[in-house]
Structure formats: C-alpha cells, structure tokens
C-alpha cells in the first residue's frame, strides 16, 4: 500500500464506518475500505495548497475538503 506523498493531516470515517477519508499536504483526497484498508481512489488537484482536513456528510455521500490556501472543496 503506497498511501500518501507527504504528511497526513486529517482523517474521517464515513458514517457507516465502511469508508476512511484521509487528506495530506501532498494536496491529495483518499479514500480507502476500512475492513481490508485497500486504497479506492485518490483525488487530486482540487487545492492549490496542503489539504487540511476532511469530512464526510452525515449521508455519507459528500466529503468537505479544506486546504492551507484558503479553499474548500466538495
């Protein structure tokens, strides 16, 4: 499992549990299966800056970003 570029620095559960969102200063969103931690996608380019923190919607199918410069992303 590769994961992340540089510095992780934010991690959310999606409200059933199934999913982990993680975000890093390498400016990327990942989403990962919590039961087996396999990488299911990575998203990036949607910050100019470190990624701060994530969150999921309580639906579960949004995540809110939030970077360094001053952005948010959803």
Do not use: C, Y
């Not at 087996?36 to 990036?44: D, I, P, Q, T, V």
């Not at 470190?50 to 309580?58: K, S, W, Y």
């Amino acid at each position: 499992m590769l994961g992340h570029g540089d510095t992780v620095t934010g991690v959310a559960f999606s409200p059933r549990g199934q999913l982990i969102a993680s975000v890093s200063a390498d400016k990327t969103l990942r989403f990962w299966e919590a039961a087996s931690g396999g990488e299911l996608a990575n998203m990036e380019g949607g910050h100019g800056e470190a990624v701060q923190g994530v969150a999921f919607a309580p639906g579960g199918r949004q995540v809110a970003t939030a970077a360094a410069d001053k952005s948010l992303g959803l």
